[in-house]
């Protein structure tokens, strides 16, 4: 029935404004314990810095966990998918990724210093298709615009001793 209902036109004009909202108050109430985003995927908060601003934005998404090699531990690497609910334009979020690849993520109430890598080539074909059998619903919104999704890989980076830990622009 999510599934369902994620998939609709309906739901890519509303949700853009509702859900992050709600995720964010949530987020910041239970001190990074709970996104109610996550009771359906699993879910980070990314701060990253702003393409031209360079001001920190965070943002509430939806995640694909994966281990990063294999033997990796569990929460190593995460597949974020910008597909903005199926809109017509990129999410700002992706550009901000593409600028400064540098960010941060609140997994599981732990901040975690990440790169992120935009996929492509074969390497994105393979993922996405481990995507869409993780939530089918992105084939609707990749069927409903013409642009290609983009795919980022995000995995954990060693922050250098007395770095600020946690900040975006941080190691």
């Known amino acids: 029935m999510v599934q369902r209902v994620s ?3 309906a739901f890519a004009r509303v949700a853009p404004h509702v859900v992050p909202a709600l995720d ?5 109430l239970t001190r990074g314990k709970v996104l ?32 990063a090699a294999p033997g990796a531990e569990a929460g190593s690497g995460w597949i974020l998918v910008g597909s903005n609910f199926g ?8 550009a ?6 540098e960010a941060v993520i609140n997994w599981r109430g732990e901040d975690i210093p990440v790169t992120a890598t935009l ?12 995507v869409l059998a993780f939530w ?10 013409d642009r290609e999704i983009r795919l980022f890989r995000i995995v954990r980076r060693e922050v250098p001793a007395g770095s600020a830990k946690g900040g975006a622009d941080s190691g």
């Open 119 to 130: 996929l492509t080539g074969e390497e994105r074909a393979a993922v996405w298709r481990t």
């Open 24 to 28: 964010r108050a949530v987020h910041r």
């Open 36 to 67: 109610l985003s996550a009771q359906m995927l699993p879910g980070v908060v990314l701060t990253a810095r702003g393409a031209r601003s360079g001001l920190e934005r965070r943002t509430p998404l939806a995640c694909m966990p994966e281990g």
């Open 136 to 145: 089918p619903p992105y084939a609707t919104y990749q069927a409903r615009v």
């Open 87 to 94: 809109r017509d334009s990129h999410p700002a979020w992706t």
């Open 7 to 9: 998939s609709t036109r």
């Open 96 to 101: 901000n990724l593409l600028a400064r690849p």
